[in-house]
């Protein structure tokens, strides 16, 4: 017991000793080097506040650090945290003054990241020479020798990020709750590290692995190999997309990433949900997923999809395209393909592309075949394509019953949906709606149904068609050789209430044709080749039934 007492009262001496010894040293000795050292490795002007020893926590602490901004961006401070906290051997430096630094962390840093239209970051400077109106360095006593920044642990916990494009209007992105760690730091070596943060709109962004060498011409420039993780982030909310583009989903992503410094080549996999592709639109009722590969270019902003696979539930499509993020809206041009889609797997997507049906119908059974291309600004993209629909019903859909009007010349069947054999069209689209051309309908019951038209941004109808029905024949339809009607007619009203009007002139018309036809010819056929009865007859038929006379 004797031997123990003596000890605990050994080391009790020997730490009353230490303890001393801290007392009587002055860390704000060390501050004029560690700030010209700092402003040296960063090119930028370095403030640190109060320094104290702090036994307990085997260190040494500040009341804030300050890093200036590259003034070529702003004179606010790029940097300001509220506490630093400097990690050291502590033995070295009560014994001999010496500061060999191991752990550095910052709590609450609030930092603004600021880019040009070039692609430049206000980082992109940071480890260069001094900026003018950087402070001259600190005399060093002590000796800059007695100072060892190689640091086995940087973090930076609490932080609050801003993300700004200079000179554009858009919502900047907020990060909070930034937590960074990073080991065994090296500027000249790639070193491991850990990023993690959430949106200020919502959702977590997670990232792993190495970065290094540090470019010393541009830190933007550094290269990165990592894993990257979001998880349900509103692009609009967090400021990547601009409401006024109409495009909104929440996103889910994970896939790696891997830059040189100028080239960022990213794959992985991309979930959407409540997804919405047109500001008219209604989000999507299902997930929507993306496997894509991209190569993005960080000096022009602007990339290019390798790979896009499109996964609507079991309906796969593919995607490529290119795209430029420096304009404000950002440009696109992307290709669709999709062959053979189950036309289920397809609906719970149609109000997010504002595809609206007949109220009270749904599209049921069928695949659909689809290409088409986008371009241009994100919110007002143009373009085109084709679609083919096969073997597809429209449940809750009369067309019979719609086209009752017209069934008065041609006798078309009425029954409580549209069975559709066939539907092809060629088609474009603006922000101003759509122009169908060379439709082609095909009905079970009906027969085929051909025209042309637009669907305006609102969903109202104009189109210019005619039915080819099969009908025992009916006093006013023109008819054809195979005995069936050929009927001309106008749709009209809003894709939700079709109207189907009969185009009275145009029937006139192909039946004053049609009986000026066989009249004449059956007159001359009575009267004989050459006599120009028939003729004359033809001209009093088309007189009375409205047809002009020959001056």
Known sequence: MRIIRNIAIAVAVLLLIVVGLVLLVDANRFRPTLESELSKALGRAVKIADLKVSLLQGGVTADGLFVADDPTFSHDPFVAAKSLKIGVELWPFVLSRKLNVTEITVTEPQITLLETDTGTWNFSSLGGKPRPGAPPPAPKT???????LSVKLIKISVGHFTLR???????????ENVAVEVRDFSPGAAFPFSFAANFGGGGAIKLDGTVGPIDP???AMTPVSASLSLTQVDPVSAGFIDSSAGLAAVVSFNGKAQSNGRLVNMDGRLRLEKLRLVKTGTPARRAFELDFAVAHDLRKRSGTIRRGDLHFGAAVASLTGDYALATEPP????????????????????PAMDVVLPAGSSLQGGTLSAKLTAQGPADRLAGGGSIELANARLAGFNLGGKMATIEKFAGIKAGPDTDIQTLNAQFTYSPEGQAIQDLLLVVEGIGQLTGAGTVSSSHALDFKMRATVHTSGAVMAVIGERGEASVPFFVKGTASEPVFRPDVKEIVKEKVETVEKFAGSAIDKIAGEGS???KAATGLLKGLLGGKKKE
């Open 532 to 534: 120009g009865i028939g």
């Open 331 to 350: 440009v696109v041009h992307v290709n669709f393909s999709g062959p053979n889609m189950p036309v289920p797997e397809l609906v719970e997507f149609l």
């Open 217 to 219: 011409a541009d830190t």
């Open 165 to 175: 494009h200079v000179g554009h209007k858009a919502k900047p992105v907020v990060l």
């Open 142 to 148: 002590p000796s800059a020798e007695d100072l060892n």
